[in-house]
């Protein structure tokens, strides 16, 4: 994955579906929110990525997981990495969406 971005504006990641380092980075993300909520989603797929610099590089991630009940949901998370940490990812977001559509950006159902 390239490591550049644009300062401040968030920058579309292409391939991220099949790039392993999103991969890493959506299975830590719902690790994180499993272990802080007591959830056992299962990560089935990243939909699409983004990266923005700020202090470090935030990733907004669309990701689809199974949920217990065996039913598929959609969630974008956001995982800030600042590799000069001892912890280097932290988990800033991770907020239920609806479906989202190729062309349309994604509408979150609990952000207000």
Same mark, same amino acid.
């Given at each position: 994955?390239?490591?550049?971005?644009?300062v401040?504006?968030?920058?579309?990641?292409?391939?991220?579906?099949?790039?392993p380092?999103?991969?890493?980075?959506a299975?830590?993300a719902?690790?994180? #929110?499993?272990?802080? +909520?007591? $959830?056992?989603?299962? @990560?089935?797929?990243?939909i699409?990525?983004? %990266?923005?610099? /700020?202090?470090?590089?935030?990733? #907004?991630?669309?990701? +689809?997981? $199974?949920?217990?009940r @065996?039913?598929?949901?959609?969630?974008?998370? %956001?995982?800030l /990495?600042q590799a000069?940490?001892?912890?280097?990812k932290?988990?800033?977001g991770f907020?239920?969406?609806a479906?989202?559509?190729?062309s349309? %950006?994604?509408?979150?159902?609990v952000?207000v």
């Open positions: 994955m390239e490591a550049t971005a644009t401040g504006g968030r920058e579309k990641i292409p391939n991220a579906q099949s790039d380092e999103i991969h890493d980075l299975t830590f719902v690790d994180k #929110y499993n272990s802080e +909520k007591g $959830l056992q989603l299962k @990560l089935e797929k990243v699409s990525a983004e %990266k923005q610099v /700020v202090e470090g590089i935030m990733y #907004y991630l669309v990701i +689809k997981v $199974l949920s217990k @065996l039913r598929s949901e959609y969630y974008e998370a %956001k995982v /990495v000069w940490k001892e912890t280097k932290t988990l800033e907020d239920k969406i479906k989202p559509a190729e349309k %950006k994604w509408k979150c159902l952000c």
